[in-house]
């Protein structure tokens, strides 16, 4: 969920706001889920909806700038790891973050839907309220401006 929200937004500590807002949201409301799709789905659906709900209300902000120096270090899980090959792993997930970040809100959503969080087709057009074959296009185009972004 959380890698829902921050594709959509692009902000890790609003990302994880919008999480927690979708959690209480969704026990708040749990009496009407239907069962229609998965929790997995209706959840994911939720956190879609507060972070384009958080996007309407950042174009009628004027953000701050982010400080730099304030973001958070996230230390390797194995301190056994070889330290040039963590370093050359975080170098690529920040490639990737900046490839995705930079596509189209379209197609970022289906992108970190299907890639990052490995919903299946038809769970990715449940969620995004599209066809199939809608998610198929977008993520083929995904992909190619992925590609293109991190050969340049």
Do not use: C
């Amino acid at each position: 969920l959380y890698r829902i929200a921050r594709g959509v937004v692009r902000n890790d500590a609003e990302a994880e706001d919008i999480v927690q807002e979708a959690y209480v949201r969704a026990f708040a409301n749990l009496s009407t889920f239907r069962g229609g799709s998965s929790l997995s789905t209706w959840l994911s659906r939720i956190v879609i909806n507060e972070a384009l709900g958080r996007l309407r209300k950042r174009k009628r902000i004027v953000a701050l700038p982010e400080n730099p120096e304030a973001q958070i270090i996230r230390f390797p899980l194995n301190p056994s790891d070889d330290p040039e090959r963590t370093m050359a792993q975080r170098q690529i997930l920040a490639l990737v973050e900046r490839a995705t970040d930079s596509l189209p809100d379209v197609y970022r959503s289906v992108f970190v839907a299907r890639v990052i969080e490995g919903f299946s087709m038809d769970e990715t057009a449940d969620l995004l309220g599209v066809k199939p074959e809608t998610v198929k296009t977008r993520l083929h185009r995904a992909r190619a401006l992925v590609r293109k972004a991190l050969d340049d």
